[in-house]
């Protein structure tokens, strides 16, 4: 196993001195291939520091030489595409040839995307007689969890930095490694010291020492809508800015007259992408009631492709889950909706003898009230629930405490988009229409607050301020 002692503050490696060694375990193995040493509290508050020392000169520095960094971020990160698809694949499961695809390809692509915004974002506007600066908030902490542990980093690095923030990241301590990666691409693209700083530990501790540092200005959060009511209620007490994508529920709502085939394909795999760890996974299929044998029998032909194995082998679909307690947590879940009425379609297929997996799952008989039809699972469970008319279906979709993502499957015609309006879901996708990384990712209630991705990724980390300027300043603005 590989002992590693490092943080990155103020542009170079130094040790960590926590107390804890934090293991990263192989969740097809089960065995802990590497460990990390979580950074003490006075390793978080020279991280910090270090952030607000380099703030002034890097919110100064032209935005053209800030992208011109950020591409030499992303070039260095292209050199290391296999140890991270390697590392990602080990630490969270995802098959290797989907992890290469998903996990890395399209992260490293959106650092491209983010340089290319920045050159046509208008950081400076005219209203009347005021001119609209778009100034850097500050110093960010960005806290982001396992399950796409480089996608989540890029969409708050990238447009962090481009904005002119200085940045402390404390990625999850189950999928460290693209962290670490990142450290030594920003090492290799020259950035000024500090601008960019790694520390490694736990969310209680470490994550709590960030959020709490009276020198952060903002925390950016992805993970449980638990963790994140506690981040907001502390920034709240600071009045520092936050940005919060939290848990989701999503349905997808079959209409009459939508091809029922396909609706039930791409919603089964939308749901059990990653083994169900996805934020915006589509994990309650509705469907007129009339229609649910039809989706029940589609669901179960479709289920035997679904395999399970190594996430190193080419044919495996359906990897493992993070870790144990991920695994319990699902198992939980599916034997809780069995005991209250619930019905398992299809035979339970055989697991790999290790590994921490959980078969492919669809529940019938499912009703709102159920935990499983109402909860986060972030397991490859897929509910389905049948609907009296297009109004209770429209009812049942938004009858959650989250508003992530949502589908909407129905004939090509303006009815079909009327209802996906009336969903209250950050994104809604119509007839399976691809994922769009440049178009804005967030949610409603308990599913968090701003917006990842695009454009409005680089808005969450800009301020505007007015300058209201007298005559004779705007004759000399011409």
Not at 290 to 310: C, K, N, S, T
Not at 432 to 446: D, H, L, R, S
């Amino acid at each position: 196993m590989t002992r590693f002692n490092q943080l990155f503050i103020e542009g170079a490696m130094v040790p960590a001195h926590g107390a804890d060694d934090l293991p990263v375990t192989d969740s097809f193995t089960e065995e802990a291939f590497a460990s990390w040493r979580s950074a003490s509290p006075a390793d978080v508050d020279a991280a910090v520091m270090a952030a607000r020392r380099a703030f002034a000169g890097w919110a100064a520095t032209p935005p053209a030489e800030r992208i011109a960094a950020v591409r030499r971020i992303a070039g260095a990160l292209r050199e290391q595409a296999d140890a991270l698809t390697t590392a990602i694949s080990r630490e969270v499961g995802m098959p290797r040839k989907l992890a290469a695809r998903i996990q890395v390809g399209a992260p490293l692509a959106a650092w491209d995307m983010y340089a290319d915004l920045a050159g046509e974002f208008e950081w400076e506007t005219r209203i009347g007689h005021s001119l609209v600066q778009q100034v850097p908030t500050g110093v960010v902490a960005c806290i982001t969890p396992w399950n796409y542990p480089l996608h989540q980093i890029t969409g708050k690095i990238a447009p962090a930095l481009l904005a002119g923030c200085t940045v402390v990241l404390k990625p999850s301590e189950l999928a460290p490694t693209s962290a670490f990666l990142l450290a030594e691409a920003v090492l290799r693209a020259g950035l000024p010291a500090g601008v960019f700083n790694l520390v490694h530990g736990s969310g209680a501790e470490v994550g709590e020492a960030l959020v709490r540092h009276p020198e952060v200005d903002m925390v950016s959060f992805t993970g449980s809508t638990r963790a994140g009511r506690h981040i907001a209620a502390i920034a709240g007490e600071a009045i520092k800015r936050v940005a919060l994508e939290l848990g989701g529920k999503s349905a997808a709502l079959v209409l009459p007259g939508a091809d029922l085939a396909l609706a039930v394909k791409t919603t089964l795999a939308g749901c059990m992408l990653n083994s169900g760890q996805t934020c915006s996974a589509t994990t309650r299929l509705l469907v007129p009631r009339p229609l649910l044998g039809a989706a029940e029998a589609a669901a179960v032909d479709l289920l035997a492709a679904y395999r399970m194995g190594d996430p190193a082998d080419a044919a495996t679909r359906l990897g493992p889950l993070a870790s144990k307690a991920q695994q319990q947590k699902v198992e939980g879940l599916i034997a809780g909706a069995l005991a209250a009425g619930a019905r398992q379609l299809g035979s339970p297929a055989d697991l790999p003898p290790h590994g921490f997996f959980v078969a492919p799952t669809v529940l019938a008989d499912v009703t709102p009230d159920m935990a499983v039809a109402r909860d986060e699972v972030f397991g490859p469970v897929l509910v389905l629930i049948g609907y009296d008319g297009v109004e209770d279906g429209i009812a049942l979709a938004n009858g959650t405490d989250y508003g992530l993502a949502a589908a909407v499957w129905g004939p090509v015609e303006t009815a079909t988009l009327a209802v996906a309006r009336r969903l209250r879901a950050g994104q809604v996708d119509i007839n399976g229409a691809p994922f769009n990384p440049a178009a804005p990712f967030g949610g409603f209630k308990k599913s968090g607050i701003g917006r990842e991705n695009g454009r409005c990724g680089l808005e969450e980390f800009v301020e505007p301020v007015s300058i209201q300027l007298p005559a004779a300043f705007i004759e000399t603005l011409h």
